[in-house]
């Protein structure tokens, strides 16, 4: 099976498995595990912060920042498309008791603008504007990276108001691979900030989570509360050290996977359109003639190849550690098979 599904999909390689055998561990919920204390301090200064704490997942970064930066009844303002909204369960509400309003548009990036536009006066019937949230890279915006310059002004647009911020940076390593724009830049105006270790980077297990020491306290507290404090977690902590150490700058291998893909995908007949290619994310859109998603995943799955269906017409390739150029011309020629029959019937209907 080659697994173009999501970079979620990695497995450890044999160089990240080995570094467990020899990693120092201890009681992290004491602060006694030397590698996770480690880990947490490698993530403060490559995000600039000034604390930071290991959790089990991204979605916990995320449902715990919105809990330190609200009280029930605030509202918090997202891009529509966003994790948060879609893929974490209602935590917002169920946890933190907030409302979101949520910003339209589809690659998940907004302008100042329209976060001025969502600001509630203060007012006694409304609720209260308290934090604002951005993801790097987009994920439902095909990896569309956030351009430096707007990203500092929806924040300060956001601070100025007296919002707190933060930075969904599931893919922010993406983001500073590609643009060359240091992770600790994109998220210095951001109260809050973490990266997943489980996507591009490789590591099975893991997210850190940085910001003030007050935040990052506060933040503590709320992994006890909810279960996530862990014990030797040095055994997971030392394969996110490792993919730091080695598989940060691969990930531009797999934007140029990516923007392959990308161009060869839109020259399909079967294809109507795919939204620009960024970073390792490609989305494209089935024509009417072309089987729906779901059968094409079907179909593909059939062959041994997965991808994924987000809608009727829409499709998601996402490139990692464990596709090559290889499991990419195989995709490719699956896509051209299944895709190519548009061209088919309309040679049919001329002839
Ligand atoms: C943008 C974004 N945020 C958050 C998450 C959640 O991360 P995790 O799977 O580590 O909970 C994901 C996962 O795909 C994501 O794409």
């Known amino acids: 099976m080659y697994d173009f599904y999501a970079d979620t999909k990695t497995k450890p390689t044999d160089a990240m498995r080995k570094v467990v055998l020899d990693c120092a561990v201890g009681d992290e919920q004491k602060d006694e595990d030397p590698t996770t204390t480690e880990l947490c301090s490698r993530v403060t200064r490559l995000l600039g912060k000034e604390a930071a704490v290991f959790l089990p997942s991204g979605t916990m970064c995320n449902e715990i920042a919105i809990k330190v930066h609200t009280n029930p009844g605030d509202e918090i303002i997202c891009a529509q498309s966003c994790h948060i909204i879609n893929f974490e369960t209602g935590g917002p509400s169920a946890i933190s008791g907030v409302m979101i309003h949520a910003i339209p548009g589809e690659s998940g990036i907004f302008t100042p603008e329209q976060v001025r536009g969502c600001l509630r006066p203060d007012s006694r019937y409304m609720p209260i504007s308290a934090l604002l949230c951005v993801e790097q890279t987009s994920n439902l915006g095909g990896g569309a990276i956030w351009p430096l310059e707007q990203l500092d002004e929806v924040a300060n647009v956001a ?14 390593m993406n983001a500073s691979v590609k643009s060359g724009v ?9 109260d809050s900030v973490w990266i997943d270790f489980t996507k591009g980077l490789g590591a099975p297990v893991g997210a850190v989570l940085a910001g003030s020491k007050e935040f990052i306290a506060n933040a503590w507290r709320l992994k006890q ?24 700058s691969r990930l531009a291998d797999d934007h140029d996977l990516a923007e392959n893909l990308g161009r060869e995908i839109g020259k399909l007949p079967g294809v109507k359109s795919v939204m ?45 550690l464990d596709v090559n150029p290889t499991a990419g ?22 002839i």
């Open 276 to 320: 620009p290619v960024e970073t390792n994310i490609v989305i494209f859109d089935l024509t009417e003639e072309a089987p729906n998603a779901f059968e094409l995943v079907g179909l593909l799955k059939a062959e041994g190849v997965l991808v994924g269906a987000f809608g009727e017409r829409r499709i998601r390739v996402v490139t990692h």
């Open 159 to 172: 601070t100025e108001a007296g919002l707190a911020t933060h930075m969904d940076g599931a893919r922010l």
């Open 225 to 248: 509360r909810m279960g996530g404090a862990m014990r030797q977690s040095g055994i997971v902590a030392s394969m996110c050290l490792h993919a730091l150490d080695h598989h940060v």
């Open 182 to 190: 240091p992770a600790a830049r994109y998220a210095q105006n951001y």
């Open 329 to 350: 011309d195989m995709l490719l020629q699956l896509l051209s098979m299944h895709l190519g029959i548009v061209e088919e019937k309309n040679a049919e209907i001329s």
